[in-house]
């Protein structure tokens, strides 16, 4: 087994700092590269769901909640994206205050994210957190082995 990729969190509190352009154009640049990578759209717009071409209303894929909530593992809700070599586990904006919550009430919630990407060490990993410090961020921080600050 070979050394980890990274799991990158781009994250800071205020909102319009480039946050979900920074994921896209990475995940975009890193799969031209030859590498493979997997978003995960933490922020409830689901902008980065929407931006890799994925619409996050549609009903017929798992979104965030899946991974985090009902233990469903990356592989099982990562779904390719409009970009070769990037997959995302997308967001879903009527899930997502849900998810906060609950993570809220589940022992162990703030490293839910954490444990659920383990075997992903084939990918290189990216967060798009929402601008804010709250339970879904907390679990992206301290999934990551990197953080960026746009």
């Known amino acids: ?43 409830p717009q689901a902008n980065a769901t929407e931006g890799l071409g994925v619409d996050p209303f549609a009903g017929e894929h798992f979104n965030t909640r899946h991974l985090m909530l009902e233990d469903k593992t990356w592989a099982e809700v990562a779904i390719p994206t409009c970009v070769h070599g990037v997959k995302i586990v997308a967001a879903h904006p009527f899930l997502m205050a849900e ?7 589940v022992p162990g919630g703030e ?12 990918q290189i990993v990216l967060l798009d957190t929402p601008p804010n410090l709250g339970r879904i961020t907390i679990n992206g921080l301290t999934a990551a082995t990197e953080v960026l600050v746009p």
């Open 1 to 43: 087994m070979g050394r980890r990729r990274p799991v990158v969190a781009v994250a800071n509190q205020k909102g319009g700092v480039g946050k979900t352009t920074t994921v896209i154009n990475l995940a975009a640049a890193l799969a031209e590269e030859g590498h493979d990578v997997l978003v995960v759209d933490l922020d």
């Open 99 to 105: 998810l906060e919550v609950k993570l809220s009430m």
């Open 111 to 122: 490293v839910r994210l954490a444990r659920q990407l383990r075997g992903s060490q084939d």
